[in-house]
């Protein structure tokens, strides 16, 4: 079993920044690839980045913008996601999902159902 762990999250006015962290224990030796993704009240889960593990391949939804940067610490099993120039529509609850299967390439590593294990989520809002 692999347990994930999001932490990081608040609120933030628009313009700003925050970076949230995915710390992942347990069975974590052979994950494969690592995921952020959000869901804003009402509307279905939607992926914003995706790392492969080793490698380092990376990933980003088209809305990102250049404005988010996912990255890992496989020393100390955790990523993270530096998120800047936050607007309001980026407020939702950010999940992390981890999978050990072989790594989607491009758009489908973005796809929840590639995603076995999640964490609880963090909550983000941007508001004035």
């Known amino acids: 079993q692999v347990q994930l762990v999001e932490s990081g999250g608040g609120l933030v006015q628009p313009g700003g920044s925050l970076r949230l962290s995915c710390a992942a224990s347990?069975?974590?030796?052979?994950?494969?690839?690592i995921g952020w993704f959000r869901q804003a009240p009402g509307k279905e889960r939607e992926g914003v980045s995706s790392?492969?593990?080793?490698?380092?391949?990376?990933f980003y939804a088209d809305y990102v913008g250049g404005r988010f940067t996912i990255s890992r610490d496989n020393a100390k099993n955790t990523f993270y996601l530096q998120m800047n120039s936050l607007k309001p529509e980026d407020t939702a609850l950010y999940y992390c999902?981890?999978?050990?299967?072989?790594?989607?390439?491009?758009?489908?590593?973005?796809?929840?159902?590639?995603?076995?294990?999640w964490g609880q989520g963090t909550q983000v809002t941007v508001s004035s």
């Open positions: 790392i492969r593990k080793s490698g380092g391949e990376r």
């Open positions: 347990g069975d974590t030796s052979d994950v494969t690839f």
């Open positions: 999902g981890a999978d050990k299967g072989r790594w989607p390439l491009g758009p489908r590593s973005l796809h929840p159902s590639e995603y076995y294990y």
